[in-house]
């Protein structure tokens, strides 16, 4: 593509300081409160946005090694990070005296009032540009990959005159605020989702035309609940599947994940994790439930609604629900963090002691359970909060597709701006 006209490359030395990083010290995972210095994570720069609060709390013997924080009008960059994620970086918009950076994170500066830093922080996070930094990061770990101050700092860029680098940051901030705005309602409607799953979940609060214990309540060790519920085992209510595939089985692999439940093994990895002989594994049928043995403490449990027929390793645990039962309800039921605080406790008492949680003693764990009508009824209305996240998670998804696509005309010269 032919430069721009009043365009220029030029490498980032010409445009920025030396980049200047922290020290890495012995810290602990605890937030610090909001007086005391804290040590900024890798995590912190996402997505082109920094979090200033996603610090960990270095001893207190450590703390007078600390020495770069977070500055205004600087870009915050990961140097080492995952192969994905080595290069990510955000615009600072003000000064944090007590959000060190580690040592592997980098803080650039300009050079001159000739460059726009916030500008460069919209082209060091475009999508071109993201994946030129990551082809310059190297590394012996497959895991782990860091970027050389030399190779970073000859790297080219498209520079526009000052006043339309401005005008281009001006235009994506306006963008970046209509994000803001949607995560944080995003946020918002997550947390009182999970509020109304507590209340609704535990009986503490009912839908109308349920109630019938008058606010009476029955006191176990684990709080009350309503009187005109039942008291039952996950046993009485569910029966174990141990159905073995064989040669002549066909069907999806699928692994169980803490936050989405089963997912197509390959489609999720983006590569085969499982084994190539899959004759031993269990079938989890269409409306059945599967969950993973040695990690269900973790929340790492599915309801199988992806294909007719599913196949798991032979390490989980497979089963199906009675008549008492409304699926959905159970899904969110068995979810939640209570029934996870319990797999848990049961987990740590088991027999074996082996850090997994077998049919026989998860089946034995003891929970409330409204009447099928109020099940249908809470899982409605669970099911309408979710159906409004997923709206506003799609809006997000397609308005950052837009940014996108406007970055990539803005910081080329495609389109240009009249300052």
């Not at 085992?233 to 141990?242: C, F, N, P, Q, W």
């Not at 409004?388 to 998804?397: K, S």
Request: charged share 25%.
């Amino acid at each position: 593509m032919k430069t721009p006209h009043g365009w220029r490359s030029t490498p980032l030395m010409d445009l920025v300081q030396q980049p200047v990083s922290g020290v890495s010290v012995l810290s602990s995972d605890e937030l610090p409160s909001a007086s005391n210095p804290g040590v900024l994570r890798l995590s912190c720069v996402s997505n082109g946005r920094f979090n200033p609060r996603d610090l960990k709390t270095p001893i207190p013997s450590e703390v007078h090694r600390l020495s770069a924080f977070a500055e205004a009008d600087t870009i915050i960059i990961s140097r080492s990070n995952t192969p994905q994620l080595v290069g990510a970086s955000a615009y600072v918009k003000s000064t944090h005296p007590n959000a060190f950076l580690p040592d592997t994170l980098w803080s650039l500066r300009p050079k001159d009032k000739k460059l726009s830093i916030r500008w460069l922080s919209f082209v060091l996070n475009s999508d071109a540009y993201s994946l030129t930094i990551q082809s310059i990061a190297h590394g012996t770990s497959d895991s782990m990959k860091k970027i050389q101050k030399g190779s970073f700092l000859k790297l080219p860029v498209l520079l526009p005159p000052l006043p339309e680098q401005q005008k281009i940051a001006d235009i994506l901030g306006t963008w970046d605020e209509a994000l803001e705005k949607l995560d944080a309602l995003i946020a918002a409607k997550a947390r009182r989702k999970q509020a109304l799953m507590q209340q609704l979940l535990t009986g503490h609060r009912r839908l109308p035309g349920f109630d019938q214990s008058k606010g009476r309540t029955i006191k176990n060790r684990h709080g009350d609940y309503p009187s005109d519920w039942s008291r039952v085992k996950l046993g009485d209510v569910t029966i174990e599947s141990s159905v073995r595939a064989d040669t002549t089985t066909g069907g999806v692999v699928l692994s169980c994940t803490k936050h989405h439940g089963l997912v197509p093994s390959e489609e999720y990895f983006g590569k085969r994790v499982y084994a190539a002989d899959t004759s031993a594994y269990k079938v989890a049928r269409r409306g059945e439930f599967a969950y993973a043995t040695n990690h269900i403490e973790e929340g790492s449990i599915g309801f199988q609604n992806l294909c007719d027929v599913g196949l798991v390793s032979p390490i989980y645990t497979v089963f199906k629900t009675k008549e008492a039962v409304h699926d959905a309800y159970f899904y969110r039921l068995l979810k939640s963090s209570l029934m996870i605080h319990l797999y848990r406790v049961n987990t740590s008492a088991s027999v074996d002691r082996r850090g997994s949680l077998r049919y026989g003693e998860f089946a034995e764990i003891k929970f409330n359970l409204p009447t099928k009508p109020e099940q249908r009824a809470i899982a409605a209305v669970l099911e309408s909060a979710d159906a409004e996240l997923r709206l506003l998670r799609q809006q997000r998804t397609a308005l950052d597709h837009q940014k996108r696509g406007l970055m990539q005309q803005l910081l080329t010269g495609r389109i240009r701006v009249t300052a």
